[in-house]
C-alpha cells in the first residue's frame, strides 16, 4: 500500500476542483464522504468554505485542506470497502 500526502493548501477549491475534474472523466471515482449532507460537489465546496470562513477555524489554521492519494502496491487487490476503511484509519 502506498499512501501520499501532497502538500496542503489554504482553500479547498484547488483540491477539490482537481478531484471533481479526475472524477468527470472517469480516471478516479467517490468511494465516500464523512461529516457532510451529501457527496455533491456543491456540498463539498459549501462545507469546506464554511469552514474557511469560520474566524474559530481559519484563526488557528493556515492550511485547511490537503490531497492525500491511496493506491495498492504492485500485485496488491484493493476493493472500494477496504480502500474506505483504510483511509478512515489513516485520517
Avoid: W
Avoid at 464523512?34 to 492550511?63: C, Q, W
Avoid at 485547511?64 to 480502500?83: I, Q, S, Y
Amino acid at each position: 500500500m502506498v499512501i501520499k500526502i501532497q502538500r496542503s493548501a489554504a482553500s479547498c477549491r484547488g483540491p477539490v476542483g482537481y478531484n471533481e475534474r479526475k472524477v468527470a472523466s472517469g480516471e478516479a471515482l467517490v468511494i465516500g464522504v464523512s461529516n457532510m449532507d451529501g457527496n455533491s460537489l456543491a456540498t463539498v465546496l459549501r462545507t469546506f468554505e464554511s469552514y474557511e470562513h469560520n474566524p474559530a477555524i481559519s484563526a488557528k489554521a493556515s492550511n485547511l485542506a490537503f490531497h492525500m492519494t491511496v493506491n495498492p502496491g504492485p500485485g496488491e487487490r484493493m476493493d472500494d470497502a477496504k480502500a474506505m476503511a483504510l483511509v478512515r484509519d489513516v485520517m
